[in-house]
């Protein structure tokens, strides 16, 4: 059936060391959102990507989603430990919006 | 202007109790979700209402689950009787009404525990 699958699952850091979260749906999907967690919390909405290819930075964060649009990527450049937390991937599927297992970033100090 | 409010943030419940957990989406949002959470299976969808109609209850996992919109500013999820194994983080989400797979703005969550 429709999934959205990411990996890794958990990841382990140490302060300042690079982490990428990798997407990947079994269909080609019309635009791909990301979501972050902080332990506690709620998802929250961070980015949507529309377009083949299309790349998107928010300060230390950048985004990626695949030319096929079957993949996307998030990755965290000199990550901190306001980091953490767990951070989701959607796309919509059969007329509902999938949310991936989520990564989960931890980041040692 | 506030964002999606859940409550009680916390429950703490009996098995065969009956709980019910309450949800205000975001005022203009024409989209309300209902999600449940836990370490097992992640973030499921539950049901989604679409201008106060259920649309899609397919996650619903029983008889035992149901879910209202009477208006526009108002939900209810339903558990009863309650079990154990429904203990989990349920999180109310509402999205403007461009797509039901657009963004969504999740409230902060109700912990259920279930003894």
């Known amino acids: 059936g429709q999934q959205v699958m990411q990996i890794p699952q958990y990841q382990h850091v140490q302060e300042g060391e690079d982490f990428t979260t990798y997407c990947n749906s079994s269909?080609?999907?019309?635009?791909i959102q990301w979501y972050k967690q902080r332990p506690g919390g709620h998802p929250v909405f961070l980015i949507q990507l529309v377009k083949s290819g299309e790349v998107k930075k928010q300060k230390r964060l950048t985004f990626q989603f695949g030319e096929a649009k079957k993949n996307s990527s998030l990755h965290i450049t000199a990550t901190q430990t306001t980091d953490v937390g767990t951070y989701f991937c959607?796309?919509?599927?059969?007329?509902?919006?999938?949310f991936g297992q989520g990564t989960e970033l931890s980041v040692k100090p | 202007d506030a964002g999606v409010i859940q409550s009680p943030r916390h429950e703490v419940t009996e098995m065969g109790q009956e709980v019910t957990l309450r949800c205000k989406p975001i005022?203009?949002?024409?989209?309300l979700f209902w999600y449940r959470q836990t370490m097992m299976r992640g973030l499921e969808l539950l049901i989604y209402?679409?201008?106060?109609?259920?649309?899609?209850d397919s996650g619903m996992p029983e008889d035992r689950f149901s879910a209202k919109m009477p208006n526009a500013s108002f939900s209810t999820l339903k558990i009863q009787p309650s079990e154990p194994r429904d203990s989990a983080v349920y999180f109310c989400a509402s999205s403007p009404g461009d797509s039901r797979t657009d963004t969504q703005y999740f409230g902060p969550g109700t912990r259920l525990t279930v003894l």
């Open positions: 209402f679409n201008n106060n109609v259920p649309i899609d």
């Open positions: 005022s203009g949002h024409d989209y």
């Open positions: 959607a796309g919509p599927q059969v007329g509902k919006l999938i």
């Open positions: 269909t080609t999907l019309s635009n």
